[in-house]
């Protein structure tokens, strides 16, 4: 069970990016699924949560109005939007799944880990 992000990229500030999770070899719906970040120099964080009902979480108040998380269950992938994005957002951004129907910041309850992806926010 292998998540794999994609999207990540240089981007100027103020401008957007949208990240996707997907998955082979299992149905992300039935899962639920976070998004963490993790910038230089500091621990990694929770950001946004999406149970398998669709209730999203906010972890991070500072991307609140600006970071957006949905699923599309017929292409098995999980969005993360990111719209008027600051150098603060600099970092690897992980999506990370775990079998129990409810949303959690806590990385060790998180088994299933993608490699991630950079986003850089730089003029």
């Known amino acids: 069970l292998q998540p794999v992000e994609s999207g990540g990229g240089l981007v100027q500030p103020g401008g957007s990016l949208r990240l996707s999770c997907t998955a082979s070899?299992?149905?992300?719906?039935?899962?639920?699924i976070s998004w963490f970040r993790q910038a230089p120099g500091k621990e990694r964080e929770a950001v946004l949560c999406?149970?398998?009902?669709?209730?999203?979480?906010l972890y991070k108040n500072s991307v609140k109005g600006r970071f957006t998380m949905s699923r599309d269950s017929a292409k098995n992938t999980v969005w993360l939007q990111m719209n008027r994005l600051q150098s603060e957002d600099t970092a690897v951004y992980y999506c990370a799944v775990r079998h129990y129907h409810l949303c959690s910041d806590d990385r060790p309850n998180y088994p299933y880990w993608g490699q991630g992806t950079q986003v850089t926010v730089s003029s």
């Open positions: 070899g299992f149905t992300l719906r039935y899962y639920t």
């Open positions: 999406i149970s398998p009902a669709g209730n999203t979480t």
